[in-house]
């Protein structure tokens, strides 16, 4: 992907496109498409000290000046609170192909600019490749400096360091985390001048749109790095920045090691299109480790979200197993595993020492459906042995526990359904509450969790089928009177769609999207005939390029736009915003109801191109949490969603490809 100066006309737009690298342990990277920082989630180094959690900024920018002569030019863009200083004037382009690189031309001086991190390190490297003209010059780096966790402003305590010369470059020690090492280090220039400043405070534009009354913050620069060139000369330079790494690095082998392993990423389906080749990187960057578990995990979203239990179960397929990443989905599962209690699978994990949070009805749902595509995706005599011992004891365990009942008021009633939540416990992703206010009150029978116990009771009666030699079982005897129930309690024939909640106080006929889920699960249980007008009133009322809308426009509660303060932005997340996740629900009934044919799979993909144009148009190569549900369906939250990406890549790979019907095949030989 490559951009020009008309993609930084102005400041202002320059801010529409981010970038973000990751290093495997939850730390990362990221900015504009000029280098600038429009939020305090921007910076170069963000690192992890205990993955995923303990994220701290530490090396938010570099500010860099070219001096030619006697004449001095910024590289740099910074919006101060005052002022800015207008380095994108400077900038003749912008690249990205999983590694963000930056041209700058002055005079007649060239400077190629690119950043990598080391992966499973907290480690970011900038390579500064500079083409000298005609004159002697210098380009000088400041390196703005900070200790502070992720998501607040730095305060003075967190521009206090204490500094120490080593070997090419400083050692700096934070005043409030004795017990962490910050390394900045220099290949092939000068550590030239030791400075102890603090900057005037920057601004962040987008913090401002989103209700931060105080959207700035200093730093603290602890040193000048200096390259010097004479004419017509050749230098490549490197700073490194690292925080508790203690090995001298080498700039041109950490380029190396991350050029090839992105490279590998890219060439996961072999196909050009941007959507094959950067969501299997974006994928990457979502896959981390998680150390109070020992075991891989999947973080809900960049910038700031952790891991969570629901978005991990539905990212699962498409970040894991659509990539081929088949060991970590099985090591994901089985950490997931072991932390089920009472049915439930966590839906955040803490620190070390401390309890999950459970306070989720659908997560272990989609923990089955996980499984089971898991095995289908496998194929192998491994992973039904995986299966058989640590996920099928925990897939009986979740439906007994669902049939006697368990935490948050779930529990099965007589008609075979499930019922969830009450008073302020919100536990389908629908999960807003502020204030003591329950934005989104779905307490009842969801439709979404009854479409996936439904699905969970097939799984569960076709592993008990294989596992334990039963052909006829319990789980396919209440999943037939589920079915029986669904039919009657959900279906609205004034509408020719469901009721997305059912309890004894009514049956509440918001047009939502939850109801297509009904119709994409392996296992579903309307007929053809009423799986279609799900499809199309879905289609005409919820859907966008880049997502559908929690809730119809036509609703009195629907709110257009997902922007201003908190609270605001709270009545709106799930009013009508747009979410991307269930796109890939809405792709694959498409193509279900259409049969699979070559016209409609054409059609899917056709609007997957739509998708395609906004991996360009926000952060770079990934898909967002979240849009306005009105035009122009503006990206909001984070930048990078692991549910979007693994809910398209999960489209992409078996429904675009072709590989839905191989799966279905693989399944009549499983269970024979």
């Known amino acids: 992907m490559r951009f020009g100066k008309e993609s930084w006309i102005t400041y202002e737009k320059s801010l529409e496109r981010e970038w973000i690298i990751a290093n495997g342990i939850s730390g990362f990277g990221g900015c504009s498409i000029v280098g600038s920082n429009g939020r305090k989630h921007n910076g170069l180094l963000v690192g992890a000290i205990n993955s995923p959690e303990e994220r701290y900024m530490i090396l938010s920018k570099l500010e860099e000046y070219i001096?030619?002569?006697?004449?001095?030019?910024?590289?740099?863009?910074?919006?101060?609170?005052?002022?800015?200083?207008?380095?994108?004037?400077?900038?003749?382009?912008?690249?990205?192909?999983?590694?963000?690189?930056?041209?700058?031309?002055?005079?007649?001086?060239?400077?190629?600019?690119?950043?990598?991190?080391?992966?499973?390190?907290?480690?970011?490297?900038?390579?500064?490749?500079?083409?000298?003209?005609?004159?002697?010059?210098?380009?000088?780096?400041?390196?703005?400096?900070?200790?502070?966790?992720?998501?607040?402003?730095?305060n003075k305590e967190n521009l206090v360091f204490n500094k120490e010369k080593i070997e090419n470059g400083l050692k700096l020690i934070p005043h409030i985390k004795k017990d962490a090492v910050i390394n900045l280090w220099v290949e092939n220039g000068i550590d030239s001048k030791d400075l102890d400043l603090i900057t005037e405070e920057v601004y962040y534009d987008i913090d401002k749109t989103t209700g931060d009354k105080k959207p700035y913050e200093r730093f603290y620069i602890p040193n000048t790095v200096k390259f010097k060139l004479k004419p017509y000369e050749r230098k490549v330079g490197y700073i490194i920045c690292t925080l508790n790494y203690f090995n001298k690095p080498s700039g041109e082998k950490i380029f190396k090691e991350e050029i090839g392993r992105i490279n590998k990423l890219k060439n996961t389906f072999n196909d050009k299109r941007d959507l094959a080749k950067y969501l299997p990187l974006a994928a990457d960057q979502f896959i981390v480790e998680r150390n109070s578990t020992n075991c891989k995990t999947i973080l809900a979203g960049y910038p700031w979200f952790l891991d969570w239990g629901r978005d991990a179960m539905i990212a699962i397929n498409g970040l894991t197993l659509a990539t081929n990443r088949l060991d970590d989905c099985k090591e994901i599962l089985k950490s997931f595993s072991l932390y089920e209690k009472d049915g439930l699978i966590p839906n955040m994990f803490p620190g070390k020492g401390r309890e999950p949070i459970y306070n989720t009805v659908d997560g272990s749902l989609?923990?089955?459906?996980?499984?089971?595509?898991?095995?289908?995706?496998?194929?192998?005599?491994?992973?039904?042995?995986?299966?058989?011992?640590?996920?099928?004891?925990?897939?009986?365990?979740i439906i007994k526990f669902y049939k006697k009942g368990t935490k948050f008021s779930i529990h099965m009633e007589e008609d075979g359904l499930i019922s969830a939540g009450s008073g302020l416990d919100q536990v389908t992703w629908m999960d807003v509450r502020v204030n003591g206010i329950v934005v989104t009150p779905r307490h009842g029978k969801p439709v979404e969790i009854n479409a996936l116990w439904y699905n969970a009771l097939n799984i569960a009666g076709l592993l008990c089928s294989k596992f334990e030699e039963k052909k006829e079982n319990e789980y396919f005897s209440l999943a037939e009177k589920v079915k029986k129930s669904f039919y009657k309690v959900f279906w609205n024939e004034d509408k020719k769609c469901l009721y997305d909640v059912v309890n004894d106080n009514e049956k509440d006929d918001s047009i939502r999207c939850n109801q297509i889920w009904a119709v994409s699960l392996w296992f579903t249980m309307l007929?053809?005939?009423?799986?279609?007008?799900?499809?199309?009133?879905?289609?005409?009322?919820?859907?966008?390029?880049?997502?559908?809308r929690s809730l119809s426009r036509d609703n009195k509660d629907y709110k257009p736009y997902y922007c201003g303060e908190l609270l605001k932005r709270d009545m709106a997340y799930h009013q009508g915003t747009v979410w991307a996740f269930p796109l890939g629900a809405f792709f694959t009934a498409y193509c279900k109801v259409n049969d699979y044919s070559k016209e409609a799979i054409d059609f899917v993909d056709s609007l997957m191109k739509d998708m395609e144009d906004h991996l360009k148009n926000h952060c770079l190569g990934t898909i967002a949490e979240i849009f306005d549900g009105d035009f122009p369906n503006t990206p909001r939250g984070c930048y990078s969603q692991a549910w979007s990406v693994g809910e398209i890549l999960r489209v992409y790979y078996e429904d675009i490809l072709g590989n839905r019907e191989r799966l279905n095949k693989i399944k009549s030989n499983i269970f024979k």
Request: some cysteine; aromatic content about 16%.
């Open 67 to 154: 001096y030619i002569n006697e004449n001095k030019y910024p590289l740099f863009t910074t919006k101060y609170k005052d002022f800015i200083i207008e380095g994108y004037k400077n900038q003749q382009s912008f690249e990205y192909d999983g590694i963000p690189h930056y041209r700058y031309v002055v005079e007649d001086v060239i400077i190629d600019k690119s950043i990598v991190m080391k992966y499973r390190e907290n480690l970011v490297a900038i390579k500064y490749d500079i083409k000298n003209g005609s004159n002697n010059i210098s380009l000088e780096v400041n390196p703005l400096m900070c200790f502070r966790d992720l998501s607040i402003y730095n």
């Open 366 to 397: 989609w923990f089955i459906n996980a499984a089971y595509s898991l095995l289908l995706y496998g194929n192998d005599s491994k992973t039904l042995e995986f299966i058989k011992e640590e996920i099928y004891p925990t897939i009986k365990n």
């Open 527 to 548: 007929d053809r005939e009423k799986e279609k007008k799900i499809v199309d009133k879905v289609f005409k009322e919820l859907y966008t390029s880049y997502g559908l």
